[in-house]
T-cell receptor
Framework: GQSLEQPSEVTAVEGAIVQINCTYQ??????LSWYQQHDGGAPTFLSY????GLEETGRFSSFLSRSKGYSYLLLKELQMKDSASYFC?????????FGKGTRLHILP | NAGVTQTPKFRVLKTGQSMTLLCAQD?????MYWYRQDPGMGLRLIHY???????AKGEVPDGYNVSRLKKQNFLLGLESAAPSQTSVYFC??????????FGPGTRLTVL
């Protein structure tokens, strides 16, 4: 089976940097993605790591280490609009399986 | 392009009733997925399809059936609704192995 573990909640301050972790116990997957979901909305794609290393898109970066079973999403220069839930997801055998998500709270 | 659309947006059913949720995408994507989302549970995969005429079971398929008669449409059916199926249902599509595009969701309540 596959299991993706994320902290249920993380709190950070506006303007700061926050890291959201995702650890997994699965192998042989094509890649790992991160999604953002605001309350009442649909998930939206943030980033995808097919290979180990860091991918950067604007204020967001995502890192993957397959050997360590570990990924993280890094959000820089936090803004209040970044308050949302963040999900990691793996694509394995055409199934895309999600973690339970991390709720990010941002303090002014 | 409308992207991914879902019909209906809201629905209330009584236990034992049946219904079909429709998902449509206009991006010519091969892969389509149905998820349910419950508080604290994240998104759980119900069924998915890798192309027209194909379907496969996900993590939580019991109580649901699907059909993919046309490439652009993916239907999710509940034959006999139960209160445990009260949830928000999301459809998604992808043209490859990375970015999924989600519909706006269907909020279903089963009384």
């Amino acid at each position: 089976g596959q299991s993706l573990e994320q902290p249920s909640e993380v709190t950070a301050v506006e303007g700061a940097i926050v890291q959201i972790n995702c650890t997994y116990q699965t192998s042989g997957f094509y890649g790992l993605s991160w999604y953002q979901q605001h309350d009442g909305g649909a998930p939206t794609f943030l980033s995808y790591n097919a290979l180990d290393g860091l991918e950067e898109t604007g204020r967001f970066s995502s890192f993957l280490s397959r050997s360590k079973g570990y990924s993280y999403l890094l959000l820089k220069e936090l803004q209040m609009k970044d308050s949302a839930s963040y999900f990691c997801a793996v694509n394995r055998d055409d199934k895309i399986i999600f973690g339970k998500g991390t709720r990010l709270h941002i303090l002014p | 392009n409308a992207g991914v659309t879902q019909t209906p947006k809201f629905r209330v059913l009584k236990t034992g009733q049946s219904m079909t949720l429709l998902c449509a995408q206009d991006m010519n994507h091969e892969y389509m997925y149905w998820y349910r989302q419950d508080p604290g549970m994240g998104l759980r995969l119900i069924h998915y399809s890798v192309g027209e005429g194909t379907t496969a079971k996900g993590e939580v398929p019991d109580g649901y059936n699907v059909s993919r008669l046309k490439k652009q449409n993916f239907l999710l059916g509940l034959e006999s609704a139960a209160p445990s199926q009260t949830s928000v249902y999301f459809c998604a599509s992808t043209g490859g192995r990375n970015e999924q595009f989600f519909g706006p969701g269907t909020r279903l309540t089963v009384l």
